[in-house]
């Protein structure tokens, strides 16, 4: 028997129209889910997800909705029951580093958006989420977080205040539903190659920056995160809950201290 077989299940993925989120769909189709495409604005990057799938004789269908708006959200929950049914696999995936700004010099309205996207939105999609997994007792959220969790980033105070407090917001739920046959993991990515990064790792002195800061010394890829997900959403991690997979090529490990304190 495979393990990682995720046939007759349906997932969620939200912000699957590109970047980490698209390889995740597309890891969890190939593995036998029925996958739930989610996007906020590019349908058409949403509708080649799906047809990249279709292609290859899975199922999907795309879904749009503002994660930050719970009644959008609710809408979403209703139409994927309708069409696909219940939802089985989380995966909060939709997320923005924001703008770059320093506290005191930002606008309240900048950080106000990151915090309602990359923590509101995986709790609004959660909620609607164990109200189904509940029913059946058995379900995986899945809560797509940082090396930003442990790591401070200049500038970037929203994004990384909403990453710790949705690893928080793993390990409640993980404690409110274990007994419900719910497991609730975060993935925390590290330097991942994406569209958003593109600039970094397209110049070569930014990325030999990049490249120190990583043990292994290259950034990974998102069918590196996207195998992660794989792995806690199948039965091969069914002992697994309120707990973070790291995915960061050893920047946790502050390679900088190999030679020396």
Known sequence: MNNMDLTGRIALVTGASGGIGKAIAITLASAGAAVAVHYGRNQTAADEVVSEITENKGKAKAFSADVSDPDAVQKMFLEIDSSLGSVDILVNSAG??????????????????????????????????????????????????????????????????????????????????????????SIAPGAIKTGINKSVWEDPEMLRDLDKKIAMGVPGDAQDVANAVLFAASDMAKYMTGTTIVVDGGMLIYPDFRHGG
Not at 140 to 158: K, L, Q, R
């Open 96 to 185: 923005i580093d924001g703008v770059r700004s320093l506290l005191g010099e930002d606008r309240i309205e900048d950080w106000k958006r990151v915090i309602s996207i990359n923590l509101y939105g995986p709790y609004f999609c959660s909620r609607m989420a164990v109200q189904r997994m509940e029913k059946k007792r058995s379900g995986v959220i899945i809560n797509i977080t940082s090396d930003h969790v442990d790591i401070p980033w200049e500038g970037y105070s929203a994004y990384c205040s909403s990453k710790a407090g949705l690893d928080m917001l793993t390990k409640t739920l993980a404690q409110e539903t274990a007994d419900k046959g719910i497991r609730v993991i």
